[in-house]
């Protein structure tokens, strides 16, 4: 158990699972529920640590896989951590390694001990093993380090998941025998177990007796249907403890946010922001606008006036859509700092309406079952 | 004459031409000597005016041409000018267009009247005269426009570059005849003549004469020889009237600013900061650094330790080769905010050894001739 951690449970709604909470962190303090932005290579691309701390992000994620290749993490270590190497002060996060390495389909080999691949950079054999992730995330020093998994491919049938499940899990057993800073570094299980419910519940049962800082939830962000994915989060939020931070991984757009934090979940993360910055749209109000439109070319209103982003207190419609239309950077960079304000804030109200009372009325349009327009 | 703008000539370097000046614009004042960064589009390209602020920069470029291709002058001017379009609120100098349309070399027809070209973009003909510039920069409503000139090419000979100078000064005249707002907005004259000093000096007589409320130096930053650059701006600096701010055009390396500032030269511009950014390179005390260069790996040091700019205040060289070999936008950011920085800085610290009386012992090896090595 991480002593540097404490979870602090500051409001439950009466109506839904949702609850407001303080994680206490060695770099400070997140008021959950909150949006993550991600910051794949040691940056939020386009974005200075300054702009970023602007969003109200309070905590933000790393990808192992992406800092093992390039600067390799003896770098990053000698560097201060990823803290110092990427000069952002408050609480980071590393994933595994696993998604990514998971992810390249023909190049990998699966056994008991890891996974084997060819380095897409420049050929080398790379070996991942649940000690090798961890041996990595140690050296890279974020605040929260998540275990070794599989990621069952979305259609994988019951059997198969439920072995790729319990390996999982023993590979979590050698994550937490590997770790050798647990009181600097939190390390969160994950939950898997695909579509299947009882898989799921098995697993998160027998997470949680491991008693570790932090619970995830994974495998859900892509390939799956929505419902599929509320259903997996419903199922599985409320058997994680009480006492403890809950993040579901992969996932940020407006209503999946809302449907998983009345499940009761507290941490999210996505590239949406980002990406769509990069690709001239802005996320406004549950919408999702593509700058080059012409309808923007005259329009000398904010993106949003309600928003206190630097974006929309400094810049128009008109002038971002004439950025996009330029190809100039400045476009991306200012819709990528809207987007994650925007998605930070959706899940600050959140938190006020939980912390008010009224979150199971105000947020009644979003807990339904509709599709999110913002989905990627 | 313009009302809006005095300037104020502060002090003098007893031993060259070198001046330091206040210029009190209607969007506050300019410490000269200074180096202005181009916002070509109506962006210093990837930063946002908050960040261009923190370098010192007091006074940005921004060109017509590119302007009025897109988004067209009517929109800037509808969104209350140049400084409510891009949220910049201190001085904004817009160039004439005519550089940029004297180097489409094959799309153009140059009369008395003006020059048409077909746009690069959608090739529609559009014809731009002295009036159409003025007409256009007045809708931009940047605090100085300069004058519609001919800019001629390098290599051109004597009689040829006198009867383009004539132009040059016959088309002065229709601008001062065009320009609508003098009082918001201060015309320069530009010296033309090539490398041909007696052509300089008579083309400098007759602008004085005019009684304009600055002058710029034009057509020595492309193609030109270093010497003959010195030579053309010794000769015809000294011939600008003193109460009156001097723009070298185009110029901003390290000697040549030197080397202007002593010829009495108080404005420069260049792209090569941010240009040089975008490319992976630093511009630190007088040389240029390739960020990608394998030396930086592991050093933990800023890129210049008395800088004070944000990227060096924050960020590690060994994390600058992490960004720019990653390909991440955020390392040609830091590149950028630091070059503008640097150059600034640069004619500052002149500034403040013009004001000691001690810039022409503390800058004597800035005013050899010798080759500027960032020179591009």
Chains 1, 2 share one sequence.
């Not at 809302?258 to 001239?280: E, N, Q, Y």
């Not at 309808?295 to 128009?316: G, I, M, Q, V, W």
Request: proline share 5%; hydrophobic share 40%; charged share 20%.
């Amino acid at each position: 158990m991480s002593v540097g951690f404490f979870w602090e449970l500051v409001a439950k709604c009466p109506r839904t699972g949702a609850r407001a909470g303080i994680w206490h962190t060695p770099h400070g303090r997140v008021e959950t529920p909150r949006f993550m932005p991600v910051g794949t290579v040691g940056t939020v691309k386009g974005l200075t640590p300054a702009q970023v701390e602007t969003t109200g992000a309070q905590m933000i994620l790393a990808n192992t896989y992406h800092l093992h290749l390039q600067p390799g993490e003896s770098i990053v270590e000698k560097a201060g951590g990823l803290h110092g190497f990427m000069a952002w002060n408050q609480p980071i996060l590393t994933d595994s390694g696993g998604f990514q390495v998971f992810s390249l389909s023909e190049l990998r080999q699966i056994t008991e001990t890891g996974v084997k691949f060819r380095s897409p950079r420049d050929g080398r054999l790379i070996e991942i093993t649940p000690e090798r992730s961890i041996e990595i995330q140690n050296a890279l020093g974020a605040d929260v380090i998540m275990a070794f998994d599989e990621c069952p491919p979305p259609g994988m049938g019951y059997e198969a998941v439920k072995a790729s499940t319990e390996r999982t899990y023993r590979w979590l057993e050698r994550c937490i025998t590997a770790h050798q800073r647990p009181d600097e570094q939190a390390l969160f299980g994950i939950v898997q177990g695909g579509i299947y419910e009882d898989l799921r519940s098995n697993a998160a049962r027998s997470l949680v007796a491991l008693d570790l800082p932090g619970y995830a939830i994974g495998g859900v962000s892509v390939g799956e249907e929505t419902a599929l994915i509320h259903r997996v989060v419903e199922v599985t939020a409320p058997l994680l403890p009480e006492h403890k931070p809950r993040y579901l991984m992969g996932v940020g757009t407006y209503r999946e946010m809302a449907k998983a934090i009345a499940a009761g979940i507290d941490l999210f993360d996505c590239v949406i922001p980002t990406r769509f910055g990069r690709h001239g749209a802005a996320l406004v109000r549950g919408e999702r606008w593509n700058l080059k439109n012409a309808r923007f070319k005259e329009d000398f209103t904010p993106l949003d006036e309600t928003c206190s982003c630097y974006t929309c207190a400094h810049f128009t419609r008109a002038y971002l859509n004439h950025l996009v239309k330029s190809g100039e950077m400045l476009g991306y960079i200012a819709l990528s700092l809207h987007n994650i304000a925007e998605l930070v804030r959706f899940t600050t109200d959140i938190r006020r309406s939980i912390l008010d009372g009224s979150f199971a009325d105000d947020y009644a349009l979003w807990l339904e079952d509709a599709v999110d327009v913002t989905r990627s």
